[in-house]
């Protein structure tokens, strides 16, 4: 079974601050995607990584694929209030159903 | 872009009944539909992966009597959940792929009483 172990899984800053989010395995993955789930509603794609090394930035928002696709991060420069929410890594395996797994998740408050 | 609407999105009933939960992708074909579940304060655990027209395959702990997927068309899929009792409340999304990307249902609370 492959695991995604993410981390912190709760963090509260202030606006303004920066922060990183971790999702580490010790499987390999073909792509690791990054979600946001808001309350009641499905979690909806953020990101998808593919290529060992690679980096995408969403505005504030940069994510990076490790070298040997094991694991991934979320930055959030000058985090705002509305950046609150459960962020989530999940990774696509390499077996033939390619199955979505999912990190724990992250639940970022950010405070006014 | 691509639209997964789940209904209902909310259902209390009581201990004892069944429950049908559909997922539809609206302006695509789903080949491979996912139905996932989420308890309060945790991430989404897969219960099983349904490939239209066939069989569904299910995670192991995962009971396939309790909760039966149908996957009739390449743009419905159905999760019952069977007898449902209280410890089967939880948050169910189903998900459902054309080709690479995944997209997600809104979700269905259920509440069992």
């Known amino acids: 079974t492959q695991l995604l172990e993410q981390s912190p899984q709760f963090l509260s800053i202030q606006e303004g601050e920066n922060l990183t989010v971790y999702c580490n395995s010790s499987?390999?993955?073909?792509?690791l995607q990054w979600y946001r789930q808001e309350p009641g509603e499905g979690p909806v794609l953020l990101v998808t990584?593919?290529?060992?090394?690679e980096v995408k930035k969403l505005k504030r928002l940069t994510f990076q694929f490790g070298d040997a696709r094991k694991d991934s991060s979320l930055h959030i420069t000058a985090a705002q209030p509305g950046d609150t929410g459960l962020y989530l890594c999940?990774?696509?395996?390499?077996?033939?159903?390619?199955?979505?797994?999912f990190g724990q998740g992250t639940r970022l408050t950010i405070n006014p | 872009g691509a639209v997964v609407s789940q209904h209902p999105s909310w259902v209390i009933c009581k201990s004892g009944t069944s429950v049908k939960i559909e997922c539809r992708s609206l302006?695509?074909?789903?080949?491979?539909m996912f139905w996932y579940r989420q308890f309060p304060k945790q991430s989404l655990m897969l219960m099983a992966t349904?490939?239209?027209?066939?069989?569904?395959?299910?995670e192991q702990g995962v009971e396939k009597d309790k909760f039966l997927i149908n996957h009739a068309s390449l743009t419905l899929s159905t999760l019952t959940v069977t007898s449902a009792h209280p410890e089967d409340s939880s948050f169910y999304i189903c998900?459902?792929?054309?080709?690479?990307?995944?997209?997600f249902g809104d979700g269905t609370r259920l509440s069992i009483l």
């Open positions: 998900s459902a792929r054309e080709g690479k990307p995944q997209h």
């Open positions: 499987s390999v993955f073909s792509s």
């Open positions: 990584v593919v290529t060992g090394g």
């Open positions: 999940a990774g696509r395996s390499l077996e033939g159903a390619q199955k979505l797994v």
């Open positions: 302006d695509f074909q789903a080949t491979t």
């Open positions: 349904s490939n239209e027209g066939s069989k569904a395959t299910y």
